[in-house]
């Protein structure tokens, strides 16, 4: 079992940035892959970014690349979403989720483990 809680939200005007964190308990958090998805009002939950076990390798949605940068502190089992360049249409509940193994994916059903959500609101 993990145990993951998310942190970091926010009301942030477009352009600016804002980081997101997850902090993972229970089992040892390097084992799993980790991933962001958020879920805009009234929209399904969509994948954002998912890095491997070590960190070495991440992957992104389309609509955040460029913009958003995922990565993890395993001594401090925690991973982060660093949000730059925000826009309305990031507005969203985002949340963290963990799998095990190393391999990166981007569907839901992927990820056995998810936080409650942190709400990230980016006015215009």
């Known amino acids: 079992q993990v145990q993951l809680v998310e942190s970091g939200g926010g009301l942030v005007q477009a352009g600016g940035s804002l980081r997101v964190s997850c902090a993972a308990s229970?089992?040892?958090?390097?084992?799993?892959?980790m991933g962001w998805f958020r879920q805009p009002p009234g929209k399904e939950r969509e994948f954002v970014a998912a890095?491997?076990?070590?960190?070495?390798?991440?992957y992104y949605a389309d609509s955040v690349k460029g913009r958003f940068t995922i990565s993890r502190d395993n001594a401090k089992s925690t991973v982060y979403l660093q949000m730059n360049s925000l826009k309305p249409e990031d507005t969203a509940v985002y949340y963290c989720?963990?799998?095990?193994?190393?391999?990166?994916?981007?569907?839901?059903?992927?990820?056995?483990?998810w936080g409650q959500g942190t709400q990230v609101t980016v006015s215009s």
């Open positions: 229970g089992r040892t958090s390097s084992n799993y892959a």
């Open positions: 890095i491997t076990r070590s960190g070495g390798n991440a």
């Open positions: 989720a963990a799998r095990g193994g190393s391999s990166i994916y981007t569907g839901r059903s992927e990820y056995a483990y």
